[in-house]
RNA sequence: GGAGAGAUGCCGGAGUGGUCGAACGGGCCUGACUUGAAAUCAGGUAGCCUGCGUUGAGUAGGCUCGGGGGUUCGAAUCCCUCUCUCUCCGCCA
């Protein structure tokens, strides 16, 4: 959510940088400042009669304290037309600032300047790539087919007692999965994240702080007799940790890591693209989230970028980096770099990491701020996968297959796995 | 799930209808004393919104004592409701 005071100050650059997320912003704007004008209008009158009230009460309480009854009977008749004006006033401000809000909420967050324009996927900037050549498919079973083969993955069954997206992982299936969550999680330690485990349920002020709600109610499985969302990732409570709170500066930068599953519900999504382990409705992953000085993000953002580059490099994946164009990004996210691993069978890149600046999007809805000096101001939000597992063992399977049909265990997994193939 | 108690500022803790945004204590900040420090003394120490001013100098007003609603000229104080915490019982990994 953007704040309105800096939608009323800096109209022009917020209505042009939103245009590169290929929507129309200019009207939504307008309509935002309207509402703004008139709320603070409304809020304006609405304090002076207050003010007033409050007078008249003082006065009566002096009265009565001089045993006045006559002079505060006559105080006590002159508040009343001020109190049906103010509670009218009250109604015409609550209904003003919903639909004020209404409006905010439909505006995604305006992207950087180095943000590139564009539509879709296809106009996303490759940024980086990594020397390891990209495989052919040539002699290698596509991860769904090896991985049943050897007993690692069993989709079927996964289907049979929940759902398809709801994969059993088995023996040393299930062992590449720990693996790869503890290797995750030593390595975010190692760059000085703090490890939490959060709730793997929410509420709904928590799914609205970091912008799942309400835009993306659809995407979250929710329980209605408890009223809470399944997580989508931990970044939602991960990144709510600190909501409604203000920090102090020394407290900053705040780097949390954290293991969950995640779930989505995924509809209307078919086809070779979610086949096996491309799109699930439940995945494990690693996050790691910051939470820094504004002026500090986009640095952070670039360490964090090369901090999951630097991971999937360890498990001796080809990858390579794109930034995202505006019309790709998501709604809440001001820049976004995805990470994507080479899949030699599928010969594609597979998205494993995403690693966005939210900047004062989700600070804001969050009211998440930090002392500077005598005042407080927003901090920005940052998060990226570090790593999401599905995908990571899908590029593994195909990457690391041998002739013989064995897996080759990458040697960074080797500890965690006792074994040096599958 | 049942019964009871509670939620106040950075922390502890008072306050049961009238200058209460809030006593008192602690912490922290500033200043004085000191060669320095401690001790002592004095002052300060919440956030949000709006107007004017400034462009992070302020100033006037409004709102906020867990959240929401109500009673009243006036509520931290009374009523309703929700959330959370604690104690006891039940259940349970």
């Not at 100050?9 to 917020?14: F, K």
């Not at 209605?224 to 989508?232: R, V």
């Not at 931990?234 to 900053?252: C, S």
Request: hydrophobic share 35%; net charge negative; with cysteine.
């Amino acid at each position: 959510m953007i704040e309105i005071q800096r939608l009323r100050t800096q109209t022009d650059q917020i209505i042009k940088a939103l245009a590169k997320k290929d929507i129309d912003p200019a009207p939504l704007v307008e309509q935002a400042i309207a509402y703004d004008t008139e709320r603070r209008s409304l809020q304006t009158t609405l304090q002076n009669q207050r003010a007033s009230l409050n007078d008249l009460s003082r006065q009566i309480g002096q009265a009565l304290k001089e045993k006045d009854s006559l002079r505060a009977d006559t105080l006590r008749q002159q508040t009343q037309a001020l109190k049906d004006s103010i509670q009218q006033l009250e109604k015409q401000l609550q209904e003003v600032e919903a639909k004020l809000e209404e409006v905010l909420i439909r505006l995604p967050n305006p992207p950087h300047d180095s943000v590139p324009e564009g539509r879709s996927a296809a106009e996303n900037v490759v940024v980086f790539q990594s020397e390891r050549p990209l495989l052919s498919a040539e002699g290698r079973l596509p991860h769904w087919e090896i991985a049943e083969k050897r007993g690692l993955i069993d989709f079927a069954r996964g289907a049979k007692v929940s759902g398809s997206g709801f994969p059993f992982y088995v023996g040393d299936g299930a062992k590449l999965q720990r693996a790869l969550i503890q290797f995750f999680l030593d390595e975010a330690e190692k760059a000085g994240y703090l490890e939490m485990e959060p709730p793997f349920l929410v509420n709904t002020d928590t799914a609205f702080g970091t912008g799942q709600l309400p835009d993306k109610d659809a995407q979250m499985y929710y329980v209605p007799l408890d009223e809470l969302y399944l997580i989508p990732t931990a970044e939602v409570p991960l990144t709510n940790y600190y909501r409604d709170e203000i920090l102090e500066e020394a407290q900053l930068p705040i780097k949390l890591c954290g293991y969950s599953p995640c779930f989505r519900r995924e509809a209307g999504s078919y086809g070779k693209d979610v086949r096996g382990l491309n799109r699930l409705h439940q995945f494990d992953k690693v996050e790691i989230v910051q939470i820094v000085q504004p002026e500090r993000s986009y640095e952070v953002l670039e360490a964090m970028r090369e901090y999951v580059q630097g991971l999937v490099d360890k498990l001796e994946l080809a990858y390579r980096t794109v930034l995202l164009c505006g019309g790709d990004m998501s709604f809440a996210s001001a820049k976004t770099y995805d990470v994507e691993a080479w899949s030699p069978a599928q010969q594609r890149w597979l998205e494993v990491s995403s690693v966005s600046n939210f900047e004062t999007f989700q600070s804001y809805r969050m009211k998440l701020r930090y002392r500077k000096g005598k005042s407080t101001e927003l901090v920005h939000t940052l998060n990226g996968s570090a790593l999401a597992l599905p995908r990571i063992v899908a590029a593994l399977l195909e990457t690391h297959q041998m002739p013989d049909g064995r897996i080759r265990v990458p040697a960074v997994l080797q500890p965690y796995l006792q074994k040096a193939y599958l």
